[in-house]
């Protein structure tokens, strides 16, 4: 049996000993019912996995030590969804779980021309990306940013991830103009560089399962809640004589679609007009679809 795991919001490289904040302790202690010398893993959402043992088994204020730590490397593919806020919270909190299973960079809340009025809870949103970050036994969470308007994001271009390298932006939308197929500019872009690391998940299968979720989200897990699963695996050593994926940008629209100025002032901006299929999606869905074909090859 894997052992469990959680998440703590800061680590500083070099500690040995510390305590856990009560939440987890609780978690541990109450719950779980673990006892001194028991290990877990923790991680920062930064790419750290520690593995440490109990020394103090106190509900409130556990104390552990750390037996290893292990830093894996940025997912090889950055991919920042920025996706329109919707009217429905519930669907949009479905799309962050899911966004963060596949394992999306960043997501860009969009206030668009035709976002209907939402209210966004920073915090509550954040839980969600931990507690499927947890579910997902990941190292990495992806930056939420906070609300920005459309015309802020095209003129800033303030994204939370390292552009230096250059930045594949894309806009999709659903006017009956001329539009690449995203499918086709993954599969063309994956042909430009070598991939050493592949994820041998089936991408249909993927996007089969995350459109049909179980129930609308109404709550989200406690970010500390210990999950079990598949252990994690090495972390792997990039391939740095091959070209490394240029970070993408995504851009979807809100119930409405973007206006056509919106659009017309996107591809003056540069980015790249698509398509996502033949069937016109709900605004999640196509975050959805959008997140597994630029994250899984």
């Given amino acids: 049996m894997s052992l469990p795991f959680f998440y703590i919001p800061h680590y500083n490289d070099g500690q040995t000993e510390f305590l856990l904040d009560e939440d987890n302790s609780r978690h541990i202690v109450q719950v779980l019912r673990m006892k001194p010398g028991e290990t877990l893993y923790l991680t920062d959402g930064n790419g750290q996995l520690l593995t440490v043992a109990i020394l ?11 037996v290893s730590a292990t830093r894996y490397p940025r997912p090889e593919k950055e991919v920042v969804v920025a996706i329109s806020l919707l009217k429905n919270t519930a669907r949009f909190e479905w799309f962050l779980e899911k966004a963060m299973e596949i ?15 939402a209210h966004f809870r ?3 949103m954040q839980n969600i990306l ?3 970050l947890l579910q997902s036994r990941q190292t990495w969470l992806p930056h939420l940013s906070g609300p920005t308007a459309f015309d802020t994001l095209l003129e800033k271009n303030v994204i939370p991830v390292n552009t230096a390298g250059g930045l594949r932006r894309y806009i999709a939308h659903c006017l009956e103009e001329q539009r690449l197929s995203l499918a086709e500019e993954v599969r063309a872009s994956s042909a ?15 996007i089969r399962d995350a ?6 989200i109404t709550a989200p897990a406690s970010p500390q809640t210990p999950l079990t699963g598949t252990p994690l695996p090495e972390p792997p050593t990039p391939d740095t004589s091959s070209p490394q994926p240029t970070p993408v940008l995504i851009l979807i629209g809100p119930e409405g679609d973007f206006t056509k100025e919106e659009i017309t ?3 003056a901006r ?8 033949e069937t016109r999606l709900r605004t999640e869905t196509a975050g959805i679809v959008a997140a597994t074909l630029l994250c899984i090859d």
Avoid: F, W
């Fill in 265 to 267: 002032r996107a591809l």
């Fill in 130 to 132: 931990v507690s499927a």
């Fill in 56 to 66: 103090e088994d106190h509900k409130k204020k556990c104390r552990v030590q750390v």
């Fill in 211 to 216: 459109i049909t979720p179980n129930a609308a």
């Fill in 103 to 117: 394992g999306v960079s960043g997501v860009i809340p969009l206030l668009c021309e035709r976002t209907e009025k």
């Fill in 192 to 206: 430009m560089c070598a991939d050493p690391i592949r994820i041998t998940a089936d991408p249909d299968a993927i």
């Fill in 122 to 124: 920073q915090d509550r």
């Fill in 270 to 277: 540069g980015y790249k007009p698509v398509t996502l299929g």
